[in-house]
């Protein structure tokens, strides 16, 4: 009895291995696209055209309150800053180490290719400037997607003054302006 029940639970236990197997088989590779341009149909000869890329937005569409507003009042007052100055802080503070001008690398840090724009959507309600200024003083208030927080040094809002930080947002706010 008992053998006649091993031979059944085996051959139940081989037929539904078969059957699992055979239905794997017949499952659509994994890898392919689920749904790609071959497979959408024609529309009276319209051809599919993928959607538009969202734009960049320009910061120079934004008016200078748009730009520079909700900063602390001591820091606004200080505005508008000396790019050139920032440049020369960007430098010396190290930060040009691991936030590059292009593309080449962004292993470390953000790109600040074109960061100008790109800070206007980067935290929302936030304006660029405040971005800016809140990166600097507090690194890990926001942390760009695909980054480490704890990175970039926590200490340059004590050891920069403030006019050195305006003067190095001043700086980032030409990067990329179009």
């Known amino acids: 009895m008992g053998r006649l029940y ?3 639970f085996n051959s139940f236990a081989a ?8 239905f794997a088989a017949c499952a659509p590779n994994p890898r392919a696209q ?8 024609e529309v009276k ?4 055209v993928p959607p538009t890329p969202t734009p960049i937005p320009d910061i120079n569409n934004l008016t200078e309150e748009e730009i520079y507003a909700g900063l602390p009042a001591d820091v606004a007052a200080l505005l508008p800053g000396d790019p050139a100055h920032g440049e020369q802080l960007a430098t010396s503070a190290g ?4 936030h590059r001008l292009d593309d080449s690398n962004t ?6 290719s074109n960061v100008a724009s790109t800070s206007i959507t980067r935290v929302p309600g936030e304006s660029p400037a405040l971005y800016f200024y809140q990166s600097i003083t507090e690194p890990n208030a926001f942390v760009v ?3 480490n927080g704890g990175v970039m040094p926590q200490t340059y809002a004590d050891t920069l003054s403030a006019q050195d930080i305006v003067d190095l947002m001043s700086y980032l706010l030409t990067q990329g302006a179009q």
């Open 95 to 98: 930060c040009v180490g691991c």
């Open 107 to 112: 292993v470390v840090a953000p790109t600040w």
């Open 34 to 41: 689920l749904i790609s341009p071959d497979m959408v149909p």
């Open 145 to 147: 997607d695909g980054y």
């Open 45 to 48: 000869g319209q051809a599919f």
């Open 6 to 8: 091993n031979n059944r």
């Open 15 to 22: 037929l539904l291995f078969l059957a699992a197997f055979l």
